[in-house]
């Protein structure tokens, strides 16, 4: 049977971490999960109270990494990568609470020696009558449409644990960079649809923004160093899926318009911040208003035909289980513990230990000032060309053949 170690990197989630947890220690599922390794990078809120205080003593499973430092999300999956054991190893983003079934959907496709990462399907839970809510669940959904032709990972993902030992602490992008290893490898993506996990997306346009161009930034920084570009990096494909199924009412036309420029905008932030401020943001800034409770922000949550029960109503009874020791046998106790690292007490990390030693390297070539600058202008014009497409493109939705598609894009 296939063990399965959970890695939850956290900054500051309190508000989220205790639903988080009784989620995952309460998930329905055939495989044996062996540990939940939660690594703090350098919380300053209740967040290390919270775990130290409601599940280390009574959990066996729970381990807590704290980070004395802040050095980026993907140094903070590599000390993961360096205390896990199981064969199956889960990343699980702290602000984000999985369903009932999630742990076994997202896991099931292992058993194809072939497959050696898979991806949740993440599903917003901001108000989609608001503008910006509008906008996180057309990118989401545009997300969950591409990753069905061509498997694009995040937010949650799975992968074989001897294929990965490390990655470079100075990625953005730390589940892009996790799938160009696998594929180096010769092994299969699979996007898994019914692995579904709730997430809040941005609820202001300066978030939204800060979250886009720090993602594009760190997609530009991988397809430099590793030659890699995940399917969302295709502008075509992207249009046109966030065009389908697009009901034709003037709010949603708008909207959509409005949505589009607003991402090109965010990715044009990041090429600039790459090209020409030479930025790659791996230690980025919280945006903000992706930190919420996400059980309270779904009780007006309708998820429609992903869940018969909703989330919240779930996460009631989970937070209603005793995880008390009392609750399992001595022996139970003492056969789990037999496999797990001391969790009496949390493990705590010094900065300079928290430094991997990658052999990939980034390539520094810098490129000069005038190129930079000339490649900005060319990208800056074809955005602005394509801006006045967009309501011919909206208008028509599907209905344009793919070599119009094609066209516009070389034109362009």
Known sequence: MLTISIGVCVYNEEKNIRDLLNSLLNQETTKYIKEIIVVSSACSDKTNDIIEHHFLNSNPKIVLIKQEKREGKASAINLFLKYASGDILVLESGDTIPAIDTIENLTEPF??????????????????????????????????????????????????????????????????????????KGYELVYAPDANVYNKGPETISDFLKQRRRIFAGHLHLKKTKGYAPSSMKKL???????????????????????????????????????????NPFIWDMAETTKGVVPEITKDYNPGTYLTTPIVDRIKLWSLINQQTASFSKSQIQLESSFMVDTSTSILVKPETILSKTSIESNSQQYPTKEKTQELKKQHKILMKLVPLVPLVIILGNGLPEKL????????
Do not use: C
């Open 111 to 184: 058993k194809n020696p072939e497959v050696g990462m898979t991806g949740g399907h993440p599903i917003p839970v901001n108000d989609s009558n608001t503008f910006m809510g509008f906008t996180v669940h057309l990118l989401w959904d545009m997300h969950h449409k591409l990753a069905l032709r061509h498997p694009k990972l995040g937010e949650l993902v799975a992968f074989r644990r001897d294929l990965i030992t490390e990655i470079p602490n100075d990625t953005a992008v730390d589940e892009a960079f996790v799938e160009a290893l696998i594929r180096e």
């Open 237 to 279: 494909d992207v249009l046109k899926l966030m065009l389908q199924g697009l009901e034709l009412t003037p709010k949603n036309i708008i909207w959509t318009l409005f949505a589009i420029i607003l991402e090109l905008y965010g990715r044009a932030l990041g090429l600039y911040d790459f090209n020409i401020k030479n930025e």
């Open 405 to 412: 598609f094609k066209f516009l894009y070389i034109y362009l």
